[in-house]
């Protein structure tokens, strides 16, 4: 079974910290993608990944960035974590550029 | 953007009474997936029906695809407490253009 990892399930941050969310995958997939989710908002797409090294813009990317190193690790980064970054964060790999199989979620506390 | 939005937002049944959740989209579509996720955990993949398939079952689960309304259903037969979960539609577009997820169903099945 294709298993995505996310390196913490709740983190607790100051207002101001960077904050670096690890996301491994070990399936060799190419697509990687970073979700948030919010109450009565549902998923939306942070950034995405189709290669290593390779980055796209989701639909709300402000405040954060991300790093492809290798392919089976999607980080993001919060440069400077603010408190409307307290949210539900999901990663995703793809399977042929069809079924996502997401990590468990990183509940992030930004106080 | 949001593309595929489920209805109802939220239902509550009686168990072994069977679930219908509806989802519409607005553009044309590759394929439409459905998606489960347990309060507080990653979501879970659950079936996927491609844009030339008018239906599709797994298990308990039957999907409906209506090109023409731009439409899909998921039904979910003799439910069980454990189905309560949420539920959502994403609609593929074309090959490397990420996945667009609706805001979800909530499902409560009480036993």
């Known amino acids: 079974d294709v298993k995505v990892t996310q390196s913490s399930r709740y983190l607790v941050k100051r207002t101001g910290e960077k904050v670096f969310l690890e996301c491994v995958q070990d399936m060799d997939h190419e697509n990687m993608f970073w979700y948030r989710q919010d109450p009565g908002l549902g998923l939306r797409l942070i950034y995405f990944s189709y290669d290593v090294k390779m980055k796209e813009k989701g639909d709300i990317p402000e405040g954060y960035s991300v790093s492809r190193e290798k392919k089976e690790r999607f980080s993001l980064i919060l440069e400077s974590a603010s408190t409307n970054q307290t949210s539900m964060y999901l990663c995703?790999?793809?399977?042929?550029?069809?079924?996502?199989?997401f990590g468990s979620g990183t509940q992030l506390s930004v106080l | 953007s949001q593309q595929g939005e489920e209805d109802p937002q939220a239902l509550s049944i009686q168990e072994g009474e069977n679930a219908t959740m509806n989802c519409s989209y607005k553009t044309s579509i590759n394929n439409l997936q459905w998606y489960r996720q347990n309060s507080g955990r990653g979501l879970v993949h659950l079936i996927l029906?491609?844009?030339?398939?008018r239906e599709k079952h797994s298990g308990r689960l039957r999907v409906t695809l209506d090109t023409s309304k731009k439409s899909s259903s998921l039904l979910i037969t003799a439910s069980r407490a454990a189905d309560t979960a949420s539920y959502f539609c994403a609609t593929g577009v074309s090959g490397n253009t990420p996945l667009v997820f609706g805001k979800g169903t909530r499902l409560s099945v009480i036993a």
């Open positions: 995703a790999s793809q399977e042929s550029n069809e079924k996502l199989f």
């Open positions: 029906i491609r844009s030339n398939e």
